[in-house]
């Protein structure tokens, strides 16, 4: 548990401004002094990790391809759309977000978005300890097997339960495990953020765009706050 808490973290970089999970987002974040910044990585056909929310890429000529089905250096050949700002950016991969997050000394909140391997978990984070820190590094996951997978291979390595509305399964799963929550604002209870404390776990919260309710989650204790625009 953190005593200078909230640490405010941008939502795949200063996505309100710019385009999200890009390299320039998570620079203006840096820039803003945001404490960290979330990002979603993903394997190209050739095996390179890089950075993208949805399965497919989305290019400013109107045309997309499957991540999981191009090289690196096809997804790069065309800028990427953007609807946020007039710079023309690129499909950022995943050591540009360490360098970039190591060069404004920021916490990295990392979600692996669809299956991954043994060896791809295993290479998220080599690389992670390779260009940064992994004690700067969080991974976060929706799926509690990706969580124990990655706790096997990586023991000191910060994990977190991403937990939303309406979920199957308690959270309380987490505290034998040693793992911290990161909470949807709607899912958030006050019970809950004193159960993981109590635990000496942490708790971050997505998605939150408004001063207020930033001012509100402080109050209660939270640990780390995910906004696109509140940095």
Same mark, same amino acid.
């Given at each position: 548990?953190?005593?200078? @808490?909230?640490?405010?973290?941008?939502?795949?970089?200063?996505?309100?401004?710019?385009?999200?999970? &890009?390299?320039?987002?998570?620079?203006?974040?840096?820039?803003?002094? %945001?404490?960290?910044?979330?990002?979603?990585? @993903?394997?190209?056909?050739?095996?390179?990790?890089?950075?993208?929310?949805?399965?497919?890429?989305?290019? %400013?000529?109107?045309?997309?391809?499957?991540?999981?089905?191009?090289?690196?250096?096809?997804?790069?050949?065309?800028?990427?759309?953007?609807?946020?700002?007039?710079?023309?950016?690129?499909?950022?991969?995943?050591?540009?977000?360490?360098?970039?997050?190591?060069?404004?000394?920021?916490?990295?909140?990392?979600?692996?978005?669809?299956?991954?391997?043994?060896?791809?978990?295993?290479?998220?984070?080599?690389?992670?300890?390779?260009?940064?820190?992994?004690?700067?590094?969080?991974?976060?996951?929706?799926?509690?097997?990706?969580?124990?997978?990655?706790?096997?291979?990586?023991?000191?390595?910060?994990?977190?339960?991403?937990?939303?509305?309406?979920?199957?399964?308690?959270?309380?799963?987490?505290?034998?495990?040693?793992?911290?929550?990161?909470?949807?604002? &709607?899912?958030?209870?006050?019970?809950?953020?004193?159960?993981? *404390? %109590? *635990?000496?776990?942490?708790?971050?919260?997505?998605?939150?765009?408004?001063?207020?309710?930033?001012?509100?989650?402080?109050?209660?204790?939270?640990?780390?706050?995910?906004?696109?625009?509140?940095?």
């Amino acid at each position: 548990m953190r005593e200078n @808490r909230p640490v405010i973290i941008a939502h795949r970089g200063y996505s309100a401004k710019y385009p999200d999970n &890009t390299v320039l987002a998570f620079e203006k974040a840096g820039e803003k002094g %945001a404490g960290g910044a979330e990002t979603d990585v @993903r394997v190209t056909k050739d095996g390179v990790l890089v950075l993208n929310h949805n399965d497919d890429v989305d290019f %400013a000529d109107g045309t997309s391809l499957p991540v999981k089905d191009h090289t690196f250096d096809e997804l790069c050949a065309k800028p990427l759309q953007n609807d946020e700002s007039d710079d023309v950016v690129y499909l950022a991969s995943f050591r540009e977000y360490l360098e970039t997050m190591k060069r404004y000394d920021m916490i990295c909140f990392i979600e692996l978005k669809g299956p991954f391997t043994d060896a791809e978990t295993r290479e998220v984070f080599r690389l992670a300890e390779e260009v940064y820190r992994l004690d700067r590094c969080i991974l976060q996951s929706f799926d509690f097997d990706n969580l124990l997978k990655a706790r096997a291979m990586f023991p000191k390595l910060p994990l977190m339960l991403t937990y939303g509305d309406n979920e199957p399964e308690p959270y309380e799963r987490c505290f034998s495990r040693g793992f911290s929550i990161d909470v949807s604002k &709607t899912a958030l209870t006050r019970e809950m953020l004193d159960a993981f *404390h %109590a *635990h000496g776990l942490e708790v971050g919260v997505w998605t939150v765009n408004d001063y207020s309710e930033m001012e509100a989650l402080a109050a209660m204790g939270a640990d780390y706050i995910e906004t696109d625009a509140c940095l």
